[in-house]
């Protein structure tokens, strides 16, 4: 198949969203799935923009990357890029939730020794923001990601249709192993109207080839429309 140059979107790495000036809730993403979509993107000859959160990796080469750390800011970003791309492949970990105001000091310890002290910390929902894409999007093919711990596979088709994506990237809890860093990974990746594509302890370079193999499908389909 000759593949058409595309336009990548591709996110990668958690957000970070502030409590107070040093310290932050975020998750456990290391952006590596996103670098090794960056790469495989870039070796078929694809154009990428970029958008990170903090991984503590150096910029891609080839890619036009954009640094975040919050999940607006991310937001933020997207909308910016979206208008222009062929697809979005959204590898970012987002934070689902954010303190509803930063404190602008760093909160201090004052319990008293050997008490307890209880310290309440609202949080409010942050925007789904692979969801938002795909409410406006005209041509646009958008992949997003799910991480199970349970009923895997049925909370990923939901996600699927919910969020009106073409694809999503389900990986899973490999007994009491996460998917995060350089490791294999169990899960599948499930077509909207087609059957899942399961995979077990799969390196992480081939799962991104998979995906880049299921963008340029969904693309090529949608142009011969």
Known sequence: MTRRPLTLLITAGPTREPIDPVRFLSNYSTGVLGHLLVAEARRRGHHIVFVTGPTGYPPPRGAKTIAVETALQMQAALEREFPAVDGVIMAAAVADFRPIRALPQKIKRSGVAGGLKLWRLD??????????????????????????????????????????????????????RAPFGETTVDGA??????????????AKPALARRILDTVEKLAAQRAAK
């Open 189 to 202: 990746i499930v077509q909207r109207g087609g059957a899942a594509r399961p995979f077990r302890r799969l």
């Open 123 to 176: 949080l409010v929902e942050n925007p789904d923001l692979v969801a938002g894409l795909a409410a406006r999007r005209t041509r646009q093919v958008i992949v997003g990601f799910a991480l199970e711990t349970t009923r895997a596979l049925a909370n990923a088709r939901a996600k699927l249709r919910n969020k009106q994506l073409d694809a999503i990237v389900l990986t899973q809890m490999n007994g009491r």
